[in-house]
């Protein structure tokens, strides 16, 4: 190592509502693969963007090989030198990989010679890929390779890398971790976010972590255990859980044996998922995103079918029943995606209400809907929950997402299911909101439903669930009550680690 | 700086008076392009607009604009089902040809009889037989995930041939003198859909109205229609909602290919009269035109389909009272989708002037 390439300080950005960056520092040394970790929302993103020009900071100052360094716009980031690989590719399917490379260059040189480095460039970081073949035919692991090598003709200095591995198998990313490694010796800087902790303990040299914005430590990957490294990420001021388990009440929802692969391409699949919940407990599970909190809801809500046998409720099979089918039954859901999902943005919140309702609230006779009967539903939805809107003949895009958000919830608390799921009920939702729907999530289950709360949000977890597990890529771990347990032991749950707790303890 | 910023809600008061905006825009940028080919621009939006309506000949252009407008209005309606759900049925055109094809050869199956059932069994034929046509790509879509604007457009191509098909052969005319063509079916007695050929009322048009009332009915009251609108607009909602996919594929293809067959057949056996290698006049694709004119709502659809109904009239007439080329009356019409389309962006975006390097 030979000096410092970037180094960070006091690197502030806030907006409306939340601080996305707190008086981050920290530097990157020439030659190394720096690791930034840190949960959704923690700010690793925003970061990595101001480094890259597409942010401005608000205050705080980047300094490149000592000289001062605050690029305007991307372009300027990519004349100092910064490169930046995208988690979500920005290719186009009809082209060939030299049109699309061809099309992020400021300059591109005549398609023929562009051909040749292209061919060069990947022969020489073993990542092969031919440039004539079309976008549109290319595996997720390719199109990356693309966009990777998009970045090394411009001979960067400082590589950026959002969370490369999420879309790859491990064949792949195999593949990724050599180059990568290839490009460190030769003096290129990586900076990788993860939050994946093992392959940052194999692959980086040091680490910076983030929680809610702030920098909370920097370690060495390699002599720091996953597990103390989750901690970091969780933070140690957990709430306390407050619930105890009642144990010995009638089973509801039981799922066996839940395995299902994923209708999203980069999905994930849920791997032999097993759990009970009883009448009246909430079941909370935590887990970085991404780790198959979509798919397990989708398997519950009956929007994925699986085996009828892998979901039961109330001793019924309903694992090959569709949405409507387990409504009836009275098992209901509430997607985390607000807009698109749980709620049609441009349709009015009557016509939202009558999305889900339309079957318990029996606003359906012969197949004509009851309009009035509806509207009132929904009407009792915006009074129940308060919700502040103009009325239920606004569009549901109009709504902030916190008072969308009590909608959903409010429309599926109201219909007095058995078994309730959602996920991530309170996400984006402000504090005030955010207690009253965990509240009525609280008096749900004291009604007697079983709810099942998937959340990235672990203190609202540790206040409402008496019983907690993780899902970690598509499995989940083993399911204790939540009283009780230290940060230590959520760590290692929802770092994947359960598996070593065998093998370090 | 232009720029444009999402309304919180669709404008209401746009989304009713952008159609008429849309016209009168047409009008003025039309107006510039006849005065370019040397016509006189008012004139030519008189002889359009105008004339068919109120002119000195008007008695004979009124029921031409019943004749040309209903199976604009039926198969746009059928369309704008399928529209709605974000299912792309392009080949209303061949789906109108086989309807015509099917209700004409079930009838002329049965040349000289005369029975109160030809003519229904006719019009279950025509139906059937655009509903059959409709459910290829829809099966295809279905079961191997085709695309169904492909397979549906590529149909009119195969339906345009098996029309010239049976004008030359099956269908052709025993007494014809060799001529192409089938028999006459619009002065059969028993086969022909029209009402009152003097007013231009035959059973096309009553078929569109009612269309039109149906589907309002489903678009507004019924599940289906919810799960239609749901589908189109928030596919993963839909989902949620559980709507099946497939089933919805199914439906709007199915109807859609039904309503045009319907109209080929109320076409053949009445304004077309016969079986002919030009039946088809492309009302399957101006349809699509219309349907979003009319903002795929079924009133907005049955004005619209009049308004096209129009134009054409108008626009036959400018072209041999003024002389104007077919051509620039094509423009003329395709101007008023574009203008429609573009100004649709204004019932949900609001355009500002921003301060330049703001943004």
Redesign the interface.
Known sequence: MTGTLLSISGLTKAYPGVVANDTVSFEIQEGEVHALLGENGAGKSTLVKMIYGLVKPDSGTMAWKGGAFAPSEPRVARATGVAMVFQHFSLFDALSVAENVALGMENPPPMRDLATRIRDVSENYGLPLDPDRTVGDLSAGERQRVEIIRCLLQDPKLLIMDEPTSVLTPQEVEILFKTLNKLKAEGTSILYISHKLEEIRTLCDHATILRLGKNVGTCIPAETTAREMAEMMVGDTLHTPTRTANEGGEVVLEVKNLSLSSSNPFGTRLKDISFEVQAGEILGLGGVAGNGQDELLAAL???AKTESQAVVVKGKAVGHM????R?ELGIL?A?E?R?????????SLT?NA???G?IRQKL?KN???N?SETISFAEKIISAFDVRTPGPA??A??LSGGNLQKFVIGREVLQDPEVLVVNQPTWGVDAAAAASIRQSLLDLAANGAALVVISQDLDELMEISDHFGALNEGRLSEIRPAVGLTVDEIGLMMGGAHDLEDAHV | MLRLEKR???SRALSLSTPLIAVVVTMIAGGLLFAALGKNPFEAIRTIFWDPLFGEYAFYYRPQLLVKGAPLILIAIGLSLGFRAGIWNIGAEGQYIIGALCGAGAGLAFYPSDSVFLFPFMVIAGALGGWAWGMIPALLKVKFGTNEILVSLMLVYVADQLLAKMSLGLLKNPEGFGFPGSRNIADWESATSWIAADYGLHWGVAAAMIAVILAYILLN????G?NI??SG??P???????V?PTRLILFCLGTSGALAGLAGLFEVSGPSGQVNIDFAAGYGFTAIIVAFLGRLHPVGILLAGLLMALTYIGGDIAESQLQLPAAAIQVFQGMLLFFLLALDLLTNYRVKFAIQGAA
């Open positions: 809500s009956g929007e569709g949405p409507n089918e409504r859901a997607p995606e807009l698109g999902h749980a709620a049609a943005p441009d349709m016509e009558l999305l889900t339309a359906i197949n004509f809907v309009w606004s569009a895009r109009s | 919180p809600q669709p009251k019924h599940i289906l919810f609108r749901l607009e928030a993963r909602a839909a989902r949620f909602a559980g099946n």
